[in-house]
């Protein structure tokens, strides 16, 4: 879904920059404690809404359990975040149960925003799946996998008549492995055809997606393919380190990875990203896009919400020379 030119956040490359990506020099946009039951808010998904924009937030509570909450600005960077978190109605079924949720991605398809998270069904984490018309009322529809499953991202549009979404199929811990996998649906409640999309790298190729990978935002469509920004995983001797890199997968089967970085787009560097709840995070769940320039959100540090910019044209490029 692309947005005006005019009402894309956006700060210009810092000068003397050579990075494909550069960050808010206001981040973190969203702090920790934004809301008042906060203990921290991080990894979640913003999309163009009415005049402005909406979210969906990842916020942990002080009791730290998980939920999503509603959100709301008129220039992308300052953000009213309700209160109390998103109350589900039934959706397509029954069964609404959640344990937890996070992790949110949102996008429009068709007529209404769809939204999934990682949800805590028994206990066990899954891909829940809902929507909404207006952020105002919320509805829950069925699990879309089984357990243990994180980071579904649903395409933006159908392809070949099904819904599409990506999933990395996991633990019921910190998941120490991790591949990103495509699966299809006529009506968002069946979900199969699973097919791998790819994996993670041999570690002498490219270190800092050796352990696990997980699509992040929603994949933007471009005249070279699906672009899709990911974070790659690896474990160091103080444990694990999230940064962000981005892959071309073909229009019309996703599960054709054309380029992926070998180096990644953006790593754990400035202080917001390298300390907090867990240290050494970039995990982006959101882009907003005017097909010219990007900008993407993501969580750091599992404490704040961070911004940073790209232009599409030259991270197409950078994806495709520097591929492995
Ligand atoms: C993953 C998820 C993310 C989190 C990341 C780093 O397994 O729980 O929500 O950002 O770990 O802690």
Redesign the pocket.
């Known amino acids: 879904m692309k947005i005006d030119k005019e009402k894309l956040p956006w700060v210009e490359r810092p000068e003397g920059c050579t990075d494909i990506l550069w960050r808010d020099p206001r981040n973190p946009i969203i702090g920790r404690y934004a809301i008042p039951c906060a203990n921290s808010i991080?990894?979640s998904a913003v999309v163009p809404f009415g005049e402005g924009f909406a979210g969906v937030f990842?916020c942990d509570n002080r009791a730290v359990q998980?939920n999503i909450f509603a959100g709301f600005s008129s220039d992308g960077i300052n953000w009213e975040i309700e209160h109390e978190p998103i109350i589900f109605e039934r959706g397509n079924t029954e069964m609404i149960e959640s344990d937890y949720k996070?992790?949110p991605r949102v996008t429009w398809i068709e007529d209404r925003y769809w939204i999934t998270w990682?949800n805590g069904y028994k206990g066990q984490p899954t891909i829940g799946i809902g929507y909404t018309f207006d952020f105002k009322r919320f509805y829950q529809c069925e699990n879309a996998f089984l357990p243990f499953n994180?980071?579904g991202v649903l395409l933006p549009e159908k392809i070949n008549g099904m819904y599409a979404m990506l999933s990395r199929p996991?633990d019921n811990g910190?998941?120490a492995f991790g591949d990103i996998y495509i699966s299809y649906s006529p009506d968002m409640v069946f979900w199969g055809k699973h097919r791998k999309v790819m994996g993670v790298t041999p570690f002498e190729v490219s270190a800092w997606q050796c352990l696990k990978i997980?699509a992040g935002p929603v994949p933007i469509k471009t005249d070279e393919g699906w672009l899709m920004f990911y974070?790659g995983?690896i474990r160091t001797c103080n444990g694990?380190r999230?940064s962000m890199g981005a892959a071309l997968l073909d229009i019309n089967d996703p599960s054709k990875v054309l380029y992926r970085t070998q180096p990644y787009l953006l790593a754990p560097a400035e202080m917001y990203e390298l300390t907090g709840?867990?240290p050494n995070?970039v995990?982006p769940c959101a882009a907003l896009t005017d097909g010219e320039k990007v900008a993407i959100y993501y969580?750091a540090a599992?404490t704040c919400v961070c911004a940073a910019y790209g232009k599409i044209g030259k991270i197409i490029e950078f994806v495709k020379r520097n591929s492995c």
């Open positions: 991080f990894n990842r998980m996070y992790d990682c994180r980071n996991s910190h998941t997980g974070h995983v694990y999230y709840d867990v995070v995990f969580g599992d």
